[in-house]
Each structure stands twice: as C-alpha cells, then as structure tokens.
C-alpha cells in the first residue's frame, strides 16, 4: 500500500519544500492546511514540480474530528510533520495568547490523531531558539535548553516537552524533533519559495524586497557585536536540504525499530555566517548591489549561534549539500517570478 504522510501546514514554507522531497522518495503527501500564512496557488507549483497534483484539505489542524475525517478518507497515512503553527516572534509578544492557543492546540490534536489512527511516525518542527543565547558554540541537542524570551519560542519548548511527556506515557508511534536553524533559498525551479506577508521579519525575504526596490534600503541591526565583522551569526540552512532532513527522520521512525522513541536534532549545515557575509554574498553571486545601513541592535537578537549537525550526519545519514552561493541564487530567482505573478 502506498505510505501516505500527514503533512499539518504543507502549503507554508517548509511544508511545502518538504511535501516535494517525501514525493521524490515515494512517500505520499496528504497536504492539510487552513490557509492562515499560505495560497491555495502554492499546490499549482508543486504540479509542477512533481508532475501530479497532491491531495489538499482545507482544514484547521486543531480541530481533531476534521483531521480524524481526512484520515478516513486517505487510508494509509502512516505518519505526520507537523508545521502548521504561527511562526513571527513579534507577533507573538503582542498576542501569546493566539500563538499558544495555535501552536499547541494544533500540537495536541495532531497527536490525538496519530495515536487514534494507529500511525508509526510524529516530526516536529522546532526551532534553534529552545538554545537561547548558548554560551558555547556550536549547540548540540546536549546544549542546555534555555527559558524562552519570546511566546513563539516558549510554544515550541513547551511542545518539545509534550510531545517527550506523550511518548515516555506510551504513545504508540515514535517522534522526532527536529530543531531547525535559518532556512534560506527556494526550490531551483522557482515554482516555491518563501511568500512573506507585510513587512518580512526574516533577513532574506528583506534582502530580496530590498534588491526589487520594495523596500528603499536593508537596515542591519547592530555592527558591535563580539564578531569577527560585528554584525549577528546565524546557520543558514537550505530550505531543499531541510526538507530532505524530515524525510530521513520518517524512514528512520518507520524502519529502524530499535531507534529511541523520541529524538531530538539539529537541522544546519555546521557553518556560521554573518549578516554581512549573508548581504556581500547575495550581491556578489546575483550581480546586484543592495542599499544598507547599519541600525542599533534589535531588543531580542542573538549575538552568534550555529549548529553541531554531527548527530544528524551520524544517525539519520542527513547533512547540508548545497552551496550558500547556490542558495542566494535561488533565493533571487525566487523573487524575481514572484514579481512575475
Ligand atoms: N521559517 C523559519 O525560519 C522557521 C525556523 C524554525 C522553526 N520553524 C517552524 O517550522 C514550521 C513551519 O514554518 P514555515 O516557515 O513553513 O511557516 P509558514 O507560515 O510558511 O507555514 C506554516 C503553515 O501552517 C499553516 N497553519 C498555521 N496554523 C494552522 C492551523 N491551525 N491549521 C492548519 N494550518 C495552519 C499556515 O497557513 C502555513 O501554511 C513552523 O512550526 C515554524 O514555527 C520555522
């Protein structure tokens, strides 16, 4: 029978990257989304990338008889990624109460469901901000976890725990958390990529607003950080390799029987960048010249912080192949046919 997988936000950015890498690896994505922070036209190019048109419902992931009601509908759904939350931790300062509401209710139902439909496989998506502002780098899953500054940040330290707390009372199903850094870039064929609403909150989403003359200039927050060029540190990570890095976490979950029940990774490529190698980068290889300047620090930013991959490498077989060069490229071609549409 055909091994069909639960994707809970699989028209967002994540998801949707990730519905075409479970395609390419014979996994069958049944997409679920309330179209909060998505388009329905995000399934048009999928069609196009994949060749067939994926199963969709438009549906909240908190309402558990609805999901309960698709899996009826798709037999076979042996597991579930589970991206649909609110993802903008501003926001989530001004209304936690919205975020916690989403992000765990959804949580708890998909869970629920994976438990009532008999299903062998849970992924997660967290977040490198459980780590906080570490003290060593780079962070491995044995960093300590830190107390969350922002709502968002605490929903997904407090799903990591129920999730563990589900699992460790018996759940029947195994689950993984996977803890991504920055995700950048979009598909090669430009037919997905990131689709921010409003003012993007994200460097690259500004970046290329900032190059088409949306925006008239990037303002880089902070060049006085400990850093070798002052300006912030993060792991950016392609969106194509974290997408490939759930479908190593479902095959896992689904052959590997002595596997733990529940496993926590980090999801980068190991490699520090600056903010300011990110910009100096995406001009060089896109040929472009982008207007910046600095700004003070932002209230919440982080001064540096990269992953440890090397558990993922040496248990899931997963690591970050493409080249940041590549990345920016796709990242403007991306852009350039969202001015198309
Ligand atoms: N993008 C990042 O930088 C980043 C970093 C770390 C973790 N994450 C996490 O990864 C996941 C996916 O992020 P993304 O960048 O693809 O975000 P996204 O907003 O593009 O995708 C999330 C999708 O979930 C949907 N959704 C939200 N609430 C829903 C609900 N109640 N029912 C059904 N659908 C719902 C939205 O419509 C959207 O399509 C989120 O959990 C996010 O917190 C993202």
Aim: aromatic residues 8%; contains cysteine; charged residues 25%.
């Amino acid at each position: 029978m055909e091994k069909k997988i639960l994707v809970a936000g699989g028209l967002g950015y994540i998801g949707s990257h990730t519905c075409v890498q479970l395609r390419e690896a014979g996994y069958h994505p049944v997409i679920v989304d309330n179209l909060s922070n998505s388009e329905v036209s995000v399934l048009d190019g999928l069609e196009k990338i994949i060749g067939e048109r994926l199963p969709f419902y438009e549906a909240d992931c908190q309402d558990k008889e609805a999901l309960i009601g698709i899996c009826k509908k798709e037999p076979g759904i042996v597991g579930i990624i589970n991206f649909a939350a609110y993802k903008a931790v501003g926001e989530s300062v001004e209304k936690p109460l919205s975020y916690y509401r989403n992000n765990l209710n959804v949580l708890i139902s998909l869970l629920e469901v994976a438990e009532e439909c008999r299903m062998k496989a849970f992924v997660f998506s967290s977040s490198c901000t459980v780590y906080g502002e570490a003290e060593i780098q780079p962070v491995t899953e044995e960093t300590p976890i830190l107390p969350a500054t922002s709502p968002y940040g605490n929903t997904k330290q407090i799903a990591e725990e129920i999730i563990t707390d589900a699992i460790h009372a018996g759940m029947p199903f195994k689950a993984i958390l996977l803890r991504y850094f920055n995700p950048i870039g979009a598909h090669p064929s430009a037919m997905i990529g990131e689709l921010p609403r409003g003012v993007p909150q994200n460097l690259l989403p500004y970046v290329c607003q900032t190059a088409a003359g949306i925006r008239k200039e990037l303002k880089i927050f902070g060049n006085d950080y400990d850093t070798p060029d002052g300006t912030c540190i993060r792991d950016y990570i392609d969106i194509n390799d974290l997408a490939n890095a759930h479908v190593k976490a479902i095959d896992r979950m689904l052959e590997v029987k002595e596997a733990p029940n529940v496993e926590a990774f980090n999801i980068g490529t190991g490699r520090g960048v600056s903010v300011l190698e990110i910009v100096k980068t995406f001009e060089k290889v896109n040929g472009l010249t982008l207007p910046y300047s600095f700004a003070p620090r932002r209230e919440g930013d982080i001064e540096k912080i990269w992953a440890d991959p090397k558990k993922a490498l040496n248990v899931l077989g997963w690591k970050a192949t493409r080249s940041l060069d590549d990345t920016l490229k796709s990242t403007w071609k991306w852009q350039m046919r969202l001015q198309e549409k």
